[in-house]
Every structure is written in structure tokens, then in C-alpha cells.
């Protein structure tokens, strides 16, 4: 299990740029792939990115490829999302999350992923 704490969401214009963190605790972090979903409201959440624990291998939702970014920092225990070229429809609560894997392959299923985040709020306004 780790404990996964989002930072850097906020307000922003529709162009503008944000950079998402995710801080991990627990002494595993690099054994974990690390995912980013997020929820708009009324709608489900969905999966936007994530990254193995090697970082040989990303995926992106094709609605953020690429505007956005994941990258992580073993020796930091942290990942982040930076995020370019924001939309209004990018809009929606943020979750970190970690499935403990230390393969390639890349699911894009919340069921897969054992930990996350409380959410950090992104605003685009148009």
C-alpha cells in the first residue's frame, strides 16, 4: 500500500499550462506503475495517462496526446502530469494512482489500480 497526496491543480485560462504532482510514501514507489484519471463533473471518471515503474512505457488518452505529459521521479517517490494547451473540456478532478507492477504493459482500467489519491481540482476557463 502507499499513500498517494495530488498537488497543483488550480484555475486557469483555456492555453495555459499546469504541472500536477502526485507525492507517494513507502519505500516500493518504483515498483508501482503510476496513472492519472480525472473526473469531469457528471460525468465518469476516466483514465487520461499512466507510467511503468521503469518509465519505458506511457500511454495517453487520446484526448490529451500530446498536450500532456507524465514523468516520474524514483528517487523523489513522485509523479507528475504536465499538462499544456489546456481546454475547457480538460476541466475535472485529478486522481493520482498506483497499481503495483513491475511489468510494461499499461492498464487503462481503475479496477487494475490499488491506490489513489483524494483529487486535485483543475479549472480551464474559455
Known amino acids: 500500500q502507499v499513500q498517494l497526496v495530488e498537488s497543483g491543480g488550480g484555475l486557469v485560462q483555456a492555453g495555459d499550462s499546469l504541472r500536477l504532482s502526485c507525492a507517494t510514501s513507502g519505500r516500493t514507489f518504483s515498483s508501482y506503475t503510476m496513472g492519472w484519471f480525472r473526473q469531469a463533473p457528471g460525468k465518469e471518471r476516466e483514465f487520461v495517462t499512466a507510467?511503468?515503474?521503469?518509465?519505458?512505457?506511457?500511454f495517453y488518452a487520446d484526448a490529451v496526446k500530446g498536450r500532456f505529459t507524465i514523468s516520474r521521479d524514483n528517487a523523489k517517490n513522485t509523479v507528475y502530469l504536465q499538462m499544456n494547451s489546456l481546454k475547457p473540456e480538460d476541466t475535472a478532478v485529478y486522481y493520482c494512482?498506483?497499481?503495483?507492477?513491475?511489468?510494461?504493459?499499461?492498464?487503462?482500467?481503475?479496477?487494475?489500480?490499488?491506490?489513489w489519491g483524494q483529487g486535485t481540482q483543475v479549472t480551464v476557463s474559455s
Open positions: 494512482a498506483a497499481r503495483a507492477d513491475t511489468g510494461v504493459l499499461i492498464h487503462t482500467e481503475e479496477i487494475r489500480y490499488d491506490n
Open positions: 507510467i511503468s515503474w521503469s518509465t519505458s512505457s506511457t
